[in-house]
């Protein structure tokens, strides 16, 4: 079996839409095995901890650490904007996760349980960190998944992201 993952590039970054290891009858470790075959450097978890071991995927960091992956865990509850927890482990992931994204081969699988809009919106995000264009942004993203971001909270965080980028503390030009 394959775990299921789509990929977004917008002026060569490359990042994966992926649910998280495990959840799609791929073992988490042959699922880390294929995205890194895919050319993941680096996986961002957006489940939030409870709902790691709930599934039995609490060796994710570990997992990943053994392959050579880098492992960022930014948790965001289903159906909601980041709240601080995730704001924090994102200031500290972020920086990292850009220089990967400068090197053109590498690409950054962002993972959720059921790969709903949050790993979407903050992939979005990532990306508008970066300077690529919001609108540009929006329509690579639904082209790939016509239902993707349309939860009120993650539009709402997303374009709140237009007056001043609450991640890095910058002007956003779009």
């Known amino acids: 079996m394959t775990h299921p993952y789509d990929e977004l590039t917008l002026s060569g970054n490359s990042l994966l839409f992926t649910p998280c290891p495990g959840t799609k009858g791929v073992s988490v470790a042959e699922s880390l095995q294929q995205l890194q075959q895919?050319?993941?450097?680096?996986?961002?978890t957006l489940t939030p901890a409870a709902e790691?071991?709930?599934?039995?995927?609490?060796?994710?960091?570990?997992?990943?650490?053994?392959?050579?992956?880098?492992?960022?865990h930014c948790p965001i509850e289903d159906d909601c904007?980041?709240?601080?927890?995730?704001?924090?482990?994102?200031?500290?992931?972020a920086?990292?996760?850009?220089?990967?994204?400068?090197?053109?081969?590498?690409?950054?699988?962002?993972?959720?349980?059921?790969?709903?809009?949050?790993?979407?919106?903050?992939?979005?995000?990532?990306?508008?960190?970066?300077?690529?264009?919001k609108a540009e942004i929006m329509a690579k993203i639904r082209a790939l998944r016509p239902h993707a971001l349309t939860l009120?909270?993650?539009?709402?965080?997303?374009?709140?992201?237009?007056?001043?980028?609450?991640?890095?503390g910058h002007q956003d030009d779009n």
């Open 152 to 168: 009120t909270p993650h539009v709402d965080y997303f374009n709140a992201l237009s007056s001043a980028n609450p991640i890095t």
């Open 81 to 93: 904007a980041p709240a601080a927890d995730f704001t924090a482990a994102w200031q500290q992931a």
């Open 52 to 72: 790691l071991a709930k599934l039995n995927i609490e060796g994710l960091a570990e997992q990943c650490q053994a392959l050579g992956l880098q492992w960022f």
């Open 38 to 44: 895919a050319g993941a450097s680096a996986v961002v």
């Open 95 to 133: 920086p990292q996760l850009q220089q990967l994204l400068q090197i053109s081969s590498k690409k950054s699988p962002f993972t959720v349980k059921a790969a709903q809009g949050a790993p979407r919106w903050r992939q979005r995000n990532s990306l508008v960190e970066r300077g690529i264009d």
